[in-house]
C-alpha cells in the first residue's frame, strides 16, 4: 500500500500489525526516493532508492536507527 505521508504509513502498518494473519510479523514502513511516497511491506527487502523507516511488531513500533 502506498502514502504520501508518514503518519498515514505507519497507522496502516500498525493496524496490519494487529492483524492475526501478520501475528509476529514485522511489518515495514519503507520511503522511496523516486516516488516520495510511503509503503507497507512485510518484506525488509530494499533497493538503492529506498529506506526503512521503523516497523511494527503486534501493535508496536520500532524505530530505524538511521533516521
Not at 35 to 48: A, C, E
Request: glycine letters at 2%; charged letters at 25%; aromatic letters at 16%.
Amino acid at each position: 500500500m502506498h502514502t504520501t505521508s508518514k503518519n498515514e504509513a505507519k497507522q496502516l502498518a500498525k493496524s496490519y500489525s494487529h492483524n492475526k494473519e501478520y501475528k509476529d510479523v514485522h511489518v515495514y514502513v519503507i520511503y522511496c526516493n523516486r516516488t516520495k511516497q510511503y509503503y507497507v511491506d512485510t518484506n525488509s527487502l530494499i533497493r538503492l532508492w529506498e529506506k526503512i523507516i521503523g516497523y511494527y511488531t503486534n501493535g508496536f513500533f520500532t524505530s530505524n536507527r538511521n533516521e
